[in-house]
């Protein structure tokens, strides 16, 4: 069975801290990605990555960035943390077109 | 972009009746179109899928229509059952690239 993990499942953080999100994969997946989930809105994607160090911005990149220095180990970063980043966040990996999700981090940003 | 609308948002239906989600997609390229289950508090898992080479595909009680022409697809959800009261997405994109979520549909299965 294909396994993502993430790092938290919940996190309170503090307006202008940053924030260290990680998600690993033990399947030797290539492409891996992060969504946010907000009600209403579905699932959209943040950056994903296709091999290690490597990274494409997705939908909605701004105010994070992305660190892929391992296959299996993808990570978001919020730079400055803002109160419309209160969110779920969604870590999935692939290696062809089924992606594999991780449960979810629910940030909140006071 | 690809830009992918889903409908109904909600969706209840009684025990035993048949369901159906409806997505239009807006990119003539897409060619992979794959529906996600989330229920509540758990992560979204792939239920079925379809590529732009077949026009229709089951799977036991599921099913997922496509039609080129008029750039939408469906799942049908025959004989519901109370488990499988969820929220569904559907998604569009080509093929090595990513893909476009919809904004789901909340389907409660009244016993």
């Known amino acids: 069975d294909v396994k993502v993990t993430q790092s938290s499942r919940y996190l309170v953080k503090r307006t202008g801290e940053k924030v260290f999100l990680e998600c690993v994969q033990d399947m030797d997946h290539e492409n891996m990605f992060w969504y946010r989930q907000d009600p209403g809105l579905g699932l959209r994607l943040i950056y994903f990555s296709y091999d290690v160090k490597m990274k494409e911005k997705g939908d909605i990149p701004e105010g994070y960035s992305v660190s892929r220095e391992k296959k299996e180990r993808f990570s978001l970063i919020l730079e400055s943390a803002s109160t419309n980043q209160t969110s779920m966040y969604l870590c999935?990996?692939?290696?062809?077109?089924?992606?594999?999700f991780g449960p979810g981090t629910r940030l909140l940003v006071l | 972009g690809e830009n992918v609308e889903q409908h109904p948002s909600t969706l209840s239906v009684q025990e035993g009746d048949s369901a159906v989600i409806k997505c239009t997609y807006s990119?003539?390229?897409?060619?992979?179109f794959p529906w996600y289950k989330q229920e509540l508090g758990k992560r979204p898992q792939l239920i079925i899928d379809?590529?732009?080479?077949?026009g229709e595909k089951k799977d036991q009680r599921i099913a997922v229509t496509l039609n080129k022409t008029a750039k939408h697809f469906s799942l049908h959800i025959t004989e519901t059952q109370p488990e499988d009261s969820a929220v569904y997405f559907c998604a569009a994109g080509v093929t090595g690239n990513q893909f476009y979520f919809g904004t789901g549909t909340s389907l409660t299965v009244i016993p």
């Open positions: 990119d003539s390229a897409s060619n992979y």
């Open positions: 379809i590529r732009s080479n077949v």
């Open positions: 999935a990996s692939s290696y062809t077109e089924t992606q594999y």
